[in-house]
């Protein structure tokens, strides 16, 4: 196991916060860690003083950091953190939280857990997952959910039954200065061919309709009752709308992209543009899905 003295060297000031996250735009972090263990975390916790803003950087799949970067520490989980448990006589699988989706549901398809094939098309981690109530096609993280573990920001372990956290669309109750060290769920097996088959039928969905290589941070907006964003934004004839070198995708009105050099500004300006024009045309009000961290960049 790391020592937390290891973990302390992993320090640095100054960090490239935004180019870590899907959309590679945005500012630095003031302070930037790596840590190892669940133990670790809480003696990091109980060192900082509870004014110290604090961010948990999982795969920086949903958020925009703003281009006058973040006044905080970030902290990026590792080591103890990525692994994944599977009590086969429970049937429980237990998974850190900082695995990245794509090594869950390799995990699943290896030992025939069926019902997490959904997180093949979304590339984020167990923490970021839990926080946003992650999920697609009918399926979401909180589903199968048994219990969280969880780390106070004063570093005391709390333990989380799914009844104590409300789930909803994108978004779960827990206090987001907790982080999400593990979650345990009861799963189910299910023969590796069909499986494979749902996995392949979530990728060719994916590819023939989001823009999967490309610079994005996933849906902009969550889909307001009974419509979808992308519906919406179609209807202002959004579809590659520019500002700067931020652009809202040709193949999917709810993406927005950096196609090379857009700057967070420019990300947050089409957004809050497309905001604005369907309030005033259609009289809905859009919600962000993507968050936005940091402050705003002085001119
Ligand atoms: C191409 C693409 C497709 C996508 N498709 C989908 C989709 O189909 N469905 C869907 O729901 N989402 C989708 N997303 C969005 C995104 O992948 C999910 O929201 C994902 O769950 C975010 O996880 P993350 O680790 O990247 O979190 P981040 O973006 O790094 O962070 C998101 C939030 O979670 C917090 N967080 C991260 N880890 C922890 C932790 N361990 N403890 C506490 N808080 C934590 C962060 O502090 C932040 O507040 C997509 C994104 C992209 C780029």
């Known amino acids: 196991m790391t020592s937390f003295l290891n973990d302390l060297k992993s320090l640095k000031f100054n960090y490239k916060l935004g180019k870590k996250t899907w959309f590679g735009t945005g500012g630095n972090s003031t302070f930037y860690i790596e840590i190892n263990s669940e133990i670790n975390l809480q003696k990091l916790l109980k060192l900082l003083p509870l004014s110290m803003p604090i961010f948990v950087l999982g795969a920086g799949s949903n958020i925009i950091v703003r281009d006058g970067g973040f006044d905080g520490l970030t902290i990026k989980l590792k080591g103890n953190l990525k692994k994944i448990n599977y009590d086969k006589n429970k049937n429980f699988l237990t998974i850190g939280g900082a695995v990245k989706d794509s090594t869950i549901s390799k995990f699943c398809e290896d030992n025939s857990i069926t019902d997490f094939e959904f997180l093949r098309g979304i590339p984020g981690t167990l923490g970021g997952n839990i926080m946003m109530n ?16 969880v780390i106070c920001r ?19 109750s827990i206090d987001s200065r907790f982080i999400v060290t593990s979650a345990t769920f009861k799963v189910k097996n299910l023969c590796k061919k069909k499986i494979l088959k749902k996995i392949a039928k979530i990728s060719t969905t994916r590819s023939s309709t989001q823009p999967i290589n490309f ?8 889909n307001p009752p009974n419509e979808s964003a992308w519906k919406l934004i179609d209807k202002i004839n959004y579809r590659g709308k520019r500002i700067g070198d931020a652009s809202v995708s040709e193949k999917h009105a709810n993406f927005l992209i950096n196609n090379n050099y857009a700057k967070s500004l420019d990300l947050e300006m089409l957004g809050e543009e497309i905001k604005e024009n369907i309030k005033r045309k259609y009289n809905v009000n859009l919600d962000w899905e993507l968050l936005r961290i940091g402050k705003f960049k002085k001119i």
């Open 134 to 149: 992650a999920g697609c096609y009918g399926k979401a993280i909180s589903d199968n959910l048994i219990s969280c573990n």
């Open 154 to 172: 004063n570093g005391k372990v709390n333990y989380l039954k799914k009844e104590e956290i409300k789930f909803s669309y994108r978004k779960s």
């Open 215 to 222: 610079r994005t941070g996933g849906s902009t907006f969550k």
